[in-house]
């Protein structure tokens, strides 16, 4: 595999209602353990992940797993609209989740190898 490959996964899934968004931050640490560059693209339920304070009781941690994801290289970006739609402030997300729009979605996924959707 080539150090250049690429990756953009986008993400509307929230954390604790289904398996998907474990899944998504699962194959990003995968994929970064196997030398791609990785960006996450936050939208819609998925803007969730990346709120601080979380405590999800029995289930594992999905801000704690995306930090590692961002302290492991990957870039993260939450949708705009979503967030505000959703009533959440800039304020409330882990350091590295950066606000983001779908023009930057697009051009992450033009200027990456390949796009996956969870």
């Known amino acids: 595999m080539s150090s250049s490959e690429s990756v953009t ?34 939208f819609e339920d ?8 979380q405590e999800p009781g029995n289930f594992k941690n999905a801000e704690e797993w995306l930090k590692q994801v961002i302290a492991d290289g990957a870039d993260v970006k939450a949708c705009g609209t979503c967030i505000k739609e959703r009533g959440v402030s800039e304020k409330e997300f882990i350091e590295g989740v950066v606000k983001g729009t779908m023009h930057d979605m697009v051009s992450w996924i033009r200027d990456t190898d390949k796009a996956v959707f969870f």
């Open 46 to 53: 998925g803007i969730f992940l990346g709120k601080k304070g």
């Open 9 to 42: 996964i986008v993400l509307g899934s929230s954390a604790y209602q289904s398996e998907r968004a474990f899944t998504a931050l699962n194959f990003a640490q995968t994929a970064i353990l196997e030398g791609m560059k990785v960006k996450v693209f936050l």
